[in-house]
């Protein structure tokens, strides 16, 4: 069967869900690669100068809370409904972008952050159950390869676009991912329709014994002692790629030097320089990051394709090994280019391991568990965020924060500065430290760099995936006992 024949046996409402992914995806990725930016940005830049610590308290335990709902909002959605599901997610998701930038306490930010976590959860498991709804064995493949592809189209335009709004206004990044999230509303309401699902006039009562025989099952599956200890591992996986998001954008805000990367694209592409770069000559740390979305766009078949002929295991351990590595080497450096070449590095990594977790885990799966085994993936990538949320909190702000470094700097000089608040910002405070130092801004940077060497975290990030590379080689080689699991 050809790709075309198979394109046309797909139904409407399978395409009209993966266009709802896309932009859902879109909206998302547009707020939420800028989030940490935003959360720990200078107050006169729009930023609300919170510290590193309670950017990884927030995004962390939000961000895990997103991937723990899954298993009871998948619930409430084959209860209630997809189409009322999806409703309330967009109204959740809709309310919370437009509420956001009008309140700057760290409470209510964090309490609307909750909301999209929330609308996020409800949406997710509907998305991948109405592909599976609308596929047959003959169409699944392609049919997940679509709606994967989705994902990452929709994760790499994103942040292009609130990147663009964000030299205007903070605001205005909320507002765009609004008026994305917003459009799923028409899909919803005049296109998508109600996949078919069982009806059995139960009671209330019966929901509440479903979410009890759901987490009795996934506790039995936890009981394998083998499966946990695999999910564990994995978490330290999630722990260090989730860096992505929470550290590498400030990193590069705080320490990067991306007027090389600016000056590179000016020389071969004037164009492209022109609509990504600032009016200072440099790229927005979230675009820099994007690179990583746009070669998994253009390599993953390629990477699939190659990775299939071995093991799941090996594989995976080999894609970690090399994520691990160039992630921590993104931390290590502040030239621009170096940084692009690791994230693409990091992005073969990435292609090379995350898929081949969940195939791992379907292979491992008892015959008839395979759906419960699946069902638990998410708890990793849960633990993972709560980690990686300390790991980008109270390491960072330890060893890496620039605020932080000028403050240590000033104490040891005995220097007098005002406390950072409403009118003294952080971009003041690093100014006014440069003055007494006698430096100019760029080489105040480059003094704490040079003295406190702020890209010492890349142990700690490289650390943790290597760990986890160590423990899969040795949980292949003493813990599994089938080796006809991997074949």
């Known amino acids: 069967m050809t790709p075309t024949t198979v394109l046309k046996k797909f139904p409407s409402n399978f395409w009209y869900a993966n266009a709802m992914e896309l932009f859902e995806r879109w909206a998302w990725y547009g707020f939420y690669m800028l989030f940490a930016l935003y959360l720990t940005g200078s107050t006169d830049q729009g930023g609300l100068g919170f510290s590193q610590t309670q950017k990884g308290l927030m995004m962390g335990i939000g961000t895990a809370i997103l991937y723990f709902l899954p298993i009871i909002t998948g619930a409430i959605a084959d209860r209630i409904g997809y189409r009322k599901t999806l409703f309330i997610a967009y109204s959740l998701y809709t309310v919370a972008f437009l509420m956001m930038p009008l309140f700057h306490t760290y409470a209510a930010v964090f309490v609307f952050y909750l909301f999209l976590a ?103 599956a936890l009981s394998d002692w083998r499966f946990f200890l695999f999910l564990l591992i994995i978490a330290g996986f999630w722990t260090m790629f989730n860096q992505l998001y929470l550290s590498l954008p400030v990193f590069i805000e705080q320490w990067g030097n991306t007027s090389i990367v600016y000056n590179f694209l000016h020389s071969t592409w004037p164009w492209l320089a022109g609509k990504i770069g600032t009016a200072e000559g440099t790229i927005p740390a979230e675009l820099m990051v994007n690179v990583d979305a746009g070669f998994i766009i253009l390599f993953q078949i390629i990477v699939s394709a190659v990775a299939m002929r071995y093991k799941p295991l090996k594989v995976m351990t080999t894609g970690i090994l090399i994520a691990s590595i160039a992630m921590g080497l993104c931390f290590s450096t502040q030239n621009g280019l170096f940084m692009v070449v690791f994230l693409m590095l990091f992005s073969i990594g990435e292609m090379s391991s995350s898929p081949k977790i969940t195939e791992y ?33 109270n390491v960072y702000q330890a060893t890496s924060d620039k605020i932080s470094l000028a403050q240590r700097e000033m104490a040891a000089q005995n220097f007098q500065l005002p406390a950072i608040g409403e009118h003294f910002s952080q971009n003041d405070y690093l100014h006014t430290a440069a003055q007494k130092m006698g430096l100019s801004n760029g080489q105040f940077t480059q003094f704490l760099w040079d003295k406190y060497h702020p890209s010492s975290i890349w142990m700690v990030i490289s650390g943790i995936g290597i760990a986890a590379v160590i423990a899969l080689f040795l949980y292949d080689r003493f813990v599994i006992k089938n080796k006809n699991v991997q074949d």
């Open 118 to 220: 929330i609308g996020a959860a409800l949406f997710k498991p509907i998305i991948s159950a109405t592909v599976a709804k609308t596929t047959n064995k003959e169409t699944s493949s392609i049919g997940f390869g679509i709606f994967y592809m989705m994902v990452n189209i929709g994760a790499f335009v994103g942040p292009f676009v609130t990147s663009f709004f964000r030299k205007y206004s903070w605001d205005y990044v909320f507002y765009a991912s609004a008026a994305v999230i917003a459009f799923n509303f028409v899909l919803l309401i005049l296109l998508f329709k109600e996949p078919a699902r069982e009806k059995g006039g139960q009671h209330e009562l019966s929901f509440l014994n479903e979410l009890k025989k759901l987490f009795r099952n996934i506790y039995e």
């Open 361 to 393: 885990i379907g292979r491992i799966a008892p015959p008839n568990k395979t759906a419960l085994y699946m069902g638990c993936s998410f708890i990793p990538v849960a633990i993972g965020f709560l980690f990686a949320g300390f790991v980008s909190g």
